[in-house]
């Protein structure tokens, strides 16, 4: 069973940067493709970003392509998410997913979620 817990989130204004982290509890970590989904009030949840295991590869949804940038330390089994450039339509909270299969943008391929980061940006 893999423990997943995000931090990092917090109040930004248009325009600023936050990191968010995700710490996984598992030392089998490593063979899990990561990935990262948000929700805002009164939204269905969607998806952020993914990383393969091996983090070779890494896609985006159109939404933060080109401002949020996913990576992961496998040593020290945890993912990081680079926020860049944010707006007020990237208020949500941000949740850290891991999976067996190789890649995935669809939320029901998650086997284990973290409690969620919350992130604001202001106007």
């Known amino acids: 069973q893999v423990q997943l817990v995000e931090s990092g989130g917090g109040l930004v204004q248009v325009g600023g940067s936050l990191r968010l982290s995700c710490a996984a509890s598992?030392?089998?970590?490593?063979?899990?493709?990561m990935g990262w989904f948000r929700q805002a009030p009164g939204k269905e949840r969607e998806f952020v970003a993914t990383?393969?295991?091996?983090?070779?590869?890494?896609y985006y949804a159109d939404s933060v392509k080109g401002r949020f940038t996913l990576s992961r330390d496998t040593g020290k089994n945890m993912v990081y998410l680079r926020m860049n450039s944010l707006k007020p339509d990237d208020t949500a909270v941000y949740y850290c997913?891991?999976?067996?299969?190789?890649?995935?943008?669809?939320?029901?391929?998650?086997?284990?979620w973290g409690q969620g980061t919350q992130v604001t940006v202001s106007s």
């Open positions: 990383i393969s295991w091996s983090a070779d590869r890494t």
């Open positions: 997913a891991a999976t067996n299969y190789r890649s995935g943008s669809y939320s029901y391929l998650y086997d284990y």
């Open positions: 598992e030392r089998t970590f490593s063979s899990y493709t």
